[in-house]
């Protein structure tokens, strides 16, 4: 499970802060524009979104066509 540093970056970069809930698949948090990843802000652990599901303990690509997990 991905995690932010205790810089508070994503993958090298800081997310942007989403404050305003959008939807299930648009939660609101932490969102970094280079993996598509959302992050929990109180947390800062990875959570689900329009492009990573969790699957198996681990978070995979979702497939933009089923949204199913990319295998």
Not at 18 to 30: A, H, M, V
Not at 46 to 67: C, H, M, S, Y
Request: glycine fraction near 8%; include cysteine.
């Amino acid at each position: 499970m991905k995690k932010l540093d205790e810089k508070g970056r994503c993958c090298g970069r800081k997310p942007l802060v989403y404050k305003r809930r959008q939807g299930l698949l648009n939660p609101s948090g932490l969102f970094c524009c280079r993996c598509d990843r959302h992050f929990d802000p109180e947390t800062g652990e990875q959570i689900e979104n329009f492009a990573w599901i969790l699957k198996d303990g681990e978070f995979v690509e979702r497939d933009p066509i089923t949204r199913e997990a990319r295998t």
